[in-house]
């Protein structure tokens, strides 16, 4: 008896030693390369790594620079005030969800989630196209309909009001879900009171939500730190760069600053790791307790005709981020040429035509971004989905030492935003001749590594609702580990694998801060072409392929939903 322990306790071991020895390669090693990147003044290409000099020297460089100071600026405002706009409307459509009676509410409740299935670069160039000062198809309209307004989405208020309206559904699903939790006799007692309903939803009802509020306005915050396509559509015709953009273009620059841009980076990591840890902090708070133990229905406020009213604002926020730049995008691409002179012109048949699509699918390059786009995405979903699952396993359903340490470092890359995990990969292995960089292996990696985080998340719902009787059942009639996992708990388990592992494929295919420092001419993915044809100033051309790719990601998020039936739009919608 005696042996067997001493067995399982030695396979348990080796098992825990691989686990953090992947999670060492994948996440540790790439981030120890881009400190010692940024604490060396050796150029990784030229000169390989080396620990010689090693100084602060960079940190102070960056530091007394007073264009890092201004692209930090510019990004604090950014996402300040697009956290704002996020909060305002999130906690709006939140309310009018689960606590009015709101006609159509299924709607509402679509829409306020369906900007995170618009990849982030696609979102920005559809607002270009609608709010570029001289071509702007709003622009356009206002001048149809005899006012003189103009609007400039290429500018900071412009960044500031994309990123709101995007980004607002990480706050919705926070406070809907408190909403829905939250013992209504509360407010009710407010009321009983004499409190008006307006002031009982601001003195009791958003008070009580507090930590969810700003739980999701951290998040938000956080997502925003790390998104380069739309400060880079946006932003670059006006010279307007924050933090993502700035490190982009250090390793542009001749010769590229690679370790200016690593300690930018570092910075960036740092200031969205304590923006974590305040989150962690604030949803482990116990101040604030909206959950009884007895059952109730959460309750429903009669708007009376001003239902019709939080009914239009819906549809309104509906036409915003979902038709608007659908249909901008849909001109672009298949009109001529953009210059529209009055709104005759705009509908005129003959001014459209697929040219922009034929132009470019002779771009052999379309072809071959879309084919590494898939195998990349296959290399993702399959290695991701796989190392996802051991360690939700070994993490939920077992009690080996060091679990807590997978955990820990499996969490790390959450504070990580993607453009980092870029620049960190490329340090890792841009110096080691006969290395992964310039495969299609790096960039599988470092998105598995990236989104992590996500995947383990979400396979850890499968593994809590599968009883641990029914495991143990399994042991009892003789089954090992192995025999148990293929008997009993993959196929239990089968919804959230197979949504798991669509989601990262999705997320993989639409990412494109890590896949800018890591991609080469042969191993270019879908999202870096599509920058490729914007800065190249075509705009039909970017109009046209955004559409492609998204028409990709829809047909794939729906095959998503099918196949896990229901299981997965949860955590689809979860992770964005």
């Not at 003189?148 to 559904?169: E, H, K, Q, T």
């Not at 035509?353 to 052999?364: C, G, V």
């Not at 990696?445 to 383990?456: G, K, S, W």
Request: hydrophobic share 55%.
């Amino acid at each position: 008896m005696r042996s067997v322990n001493e067995g399982q306790r030695a396979w348990a071991g080796l098992w825990v030693t691989l686990l953090l020895a992947i999670l060492g390669f994948l996440v540790i090693y790439p981030i120890l390369m881009l400190l010692l990147g940024a604490l060396t003044d050796t150029n990784p290409v030229v000169e390989g790594i080396s620990l010689s000099h090693l100084s602060v020297t960079n940190f102070l460089t960056v530091l007394a620079n007073p264009n890092v100071a201004e692209a930090l600026a510019n990004t604090l405002i950014a996402c300040g005030g697009g956290t704002l706009i996020a909060v305002v409307i999130g906690l709006l459509f939140s309310w009018i969800v689960v606590r009015t009676n709101t006609p159509f509410k299924g709607v509402i409740a679509a829409a306020s989630i369906l900007p995170l299935f618009a990849p982030p670069l696609v979102a920005g160039v559809a607002w270009a196209i609608l709010g570029s000062p001289k071509t702007g198809l709003i622009n356009t309209m206002f001048k149809w309909i005899g006012l003189d307004w103009r609007v400039d989405f290429y500018s900071m208020w412009g960044l500031v009001f994309v990123f709101g309206i995007y980004y607002a559904p990480y706050v919705y699903m926070f406070t809907a879900s408190a909403l829905r939790n939250m013992d209504p006799s509360l407010e009710e007692a407010a009321e009983i009171s004499g409190a008006s309903a307006f002031a009982t939803l601001f003195t009791v009802t958003f008070p009580l939500i507090m930590p969810a509020i700003v739980s999701g306005m951290l998040l938000s915050f956080i997502v925003m730190l790390g998104i380069y396509g739309i400060p880079a559509v946006l932003g670059a015709p006006t010279n307007l760069a924050v933090l993502t953009t700035y490190i982009f273009k250090l390793t542009n620059w001749s010769p590229p600053l690679y370790n200016t841009a690593a300690a930018v980076a570092i910075i960036l990591m740092v200031v969205t790791g304590l923006l974590v840890f305040l989150q962690h902090k604030v949803l482990s708070g116990r101040s604030y307790t909206t959950v009884a133990g007895k059952a109730f229905r959460p309750r429903s406020l009669d708007l009376g005709r001003w239902r019709w009213f939080t009914f239009g604002l819906g549809i309104v926020y509906l036409l915003v981020v979902v038709v608007l730049p659908s249909l901008a995008l849909i001109v672009a691409a298949f009109r001529k040429f953009m210059f529209i002179r009055d709104v005759s012109s705009l509908f005129d048949a003959r001014q459209y035509s697929l040219m922009h699509f034929h132009s470019i699918f002779d771009n052999p390059l379309t072809m071959r971004s879309i084919y590494n786009s898939v195998e990349v995405g296959i290399i993702t979903a399959v290695v991701g989905g796989a190392l996802a699952f051991a360690i939700g396993y070994t993490i939920h359903r077992t009690q080996v030492t060091g679990r807590r340490w997978i955990d820990v470092i499996s969490t790390l890359p959450v504070a990580i935003p993607g453009l980092v995990v870029g620049v960190a990969y490329l340090w890792a292995w841009i110096g080691i001749p006969g290395g992964l960089y310039g495969t299609i292996w790096i960039l599988a990696l470092a998105f598995i590594a990236r989104f992590m985080p996500d995947t383990v998340k979400s396979l850890s719902t499968s593994f809590l609702q599968i009883h641990r009787e029914l495991e143990e059942a399994a042991w009892v009639c003789g089954k090992g580990v192995l025999g148990t996992i293929r008997t009993i708990v993959l196929p239990l388990a089968r919804p959230g694998v197979v949504a798991s592992m669509t989601l990262l494929f999705v997320l993989a295919i639409r990412e494109l801060g890590s896949s800018l420092f890591l991609y080469t001419s042969n191993t270019m993915v879908m999202s870096v072409l599509l920058l490729d044809y914007y800065e190249g100033g075509n705009l039909g051309k970017t109009a046209a392929f955004s559409l492609v790719q998204t028409v990709l990601l829809g047909v794939l998020i729906g095959g998503a939903n099918w196949l896990s039936r229901g299981a997965a739009q949860g955590s689809v919608a979860r992770t964005g």
